[in-house]
């Protein structure tokens, strides 16, 4: 499965605190409804602090 769009991740993690861990994330995606690929794409994240939206992206395969 291709991962989900730069955009649909960060429509999904909209109003997260950076720097934020991956825990975060994955939270603030699943509190906001996100679809099932944006939930996986998040959960396999390494286990870290993101600064940015563009670092998460960038761990995700994004641009």
């Known amino acids: 499965m291709?991962?989900?769009?730069?955009?649909?991740?960060?429509?999904?993690?909209?109003?997260?605190?950076?720097?934020?861990?991956?825990?975060?994330?994955?939270?603030?995606?699943?509190?906001s409804g996100a679809d099932s690929s944006v939930l996986k794409a998040l959960r396999g994240l390494p286990d870290r602090q993101y600064e940015t939206p563009a670092e998460v992206n960038k761990a995700i395969g994004g641009s």
């Open 2 to 31: 291709a991962n989900p769009s730069p955009i649909d991740i960060q429509k999904a993690l909209g109003g997260v605190d950076y720097p934020a861990s991956a825990a975060d994330l994955v939270k603030k995606a699943e509190d």
